[in-house]
């Protein structure tokens, strides 16, 4: 075999500072439809000013000065309300959508073309030093106020629903929702612009699926009681007569009309 044969290919140019932060202003047009103008944005979205002060900072920071690195990060919280440790590692194409109350730790790694939503925080679980927070994948979404914590890893394309809270490994092209955050969903990711699969709002309801499973439960153990007894089926009329889940309950029963 030939030494041009056995050589790899080389790696591809990292891209400097000024085109990753063109990349973080064109990724916002990408990701939210309210962007109107290039001067609209870089003026009135604290979410990208947030990510303009961490690059700055985390340049900063590598090169060993600490103190002004965190003194441009304070700067930064002070200005748009997001607190972004200089030491956390964030890759390409990073969006936080309305900027407010984003917390991202020290030892937190982010991939490219993550989005975060306002209230989402990446924080620890130890006091010891080392590697404390959260790591996410490409292409994860975190709906708003979602808390990931520890030093977990979130793989690629995952969303985390609203509120969640998650403290566990979560595998690449799942969904995660509720306290503590479980996966209830795996899925293909469908590419929407340029695969970021932005519809964090769709996500399964775990507690109507339980419901529909004690329902058809509840069905079948009847029937069961009906047929020793010599007694007709009971017949609900489609209508539950004593509970009150309300659209709960009507929701899953469509769904176990839907598996069946």
């Not at 965190?70 to 440790?85: E, K, Q, W």
Request: aromatic residues 4%; contains cysteine; glycine residues 10%.
């Amino acid at each position: 075999m030939s030494e041009a044969m056995t050589m790899t290919a080389p790696n591809p140019p990292v891209p400097g500072l000024w085109a990753i932060l063109k990349e973080d202003l064109a990724c916002v047009f990408e990701r939210d439809p309210a962007a109107r103008s290039t001067l609209e944005v870089l003026t009135t979205y604290p979410g990208v000013h947030a990510i303009l002060a961490h690059r700055l900072a985390h340049k900063l920071w590598r090169g060993g000065w600490r103190y002004t690195a965190r003194l441009l990060s304070f700067a930064g919280r002070l200005l748009t309300n997001v607190d972004i440790h200089p030491g956390a590692t964030i890759g390409r194409r990073f969006f936080i959508d309305h900027g407010a109350c984003v917390v991202i730790g020290e030892t937190a790694e982010i991939g490219d073309d993550v989005t975060l939503y306002h209230g989402v925080t990446l924080g620890g679980t130890s006091w010891n030093k080392g590697k404390r927070h959260p790591t996410l994948a490409d292409g994860v979404v975190v709906g708003a106020g979602a808390k990931i914590l520890g030093p977990i890893r979130i793989g690629e394309r995952v969303r985390v629903g609203a509120n969640s809270v998650v403290v566990k490994d979560v595998p690449a092209d799942r969904t995660v929702v509720g306290i503590p955050g479980r996966i209830v969903d795996t899925r293909i990711a469908r590419p929407v612009g340029k695969g970021i699969n932005l519809d964090h709002n769709v996500l399964p309801d775990p507690v109507a699926r339980s419901i529909a499973c004690l329902i058809e439960r509840i069905d079948t153990l009847e029937n069961e009681l009906a047929a020793l007894r010599q007694e007709p089926a009971p017949n609900h009329g489609g209508e539950c007569q004593t509970c009150s889940a309300g659209d709960l309950c009507c929701e899953s029963e469509a769904m176990h009309e839907a598996a069946h």
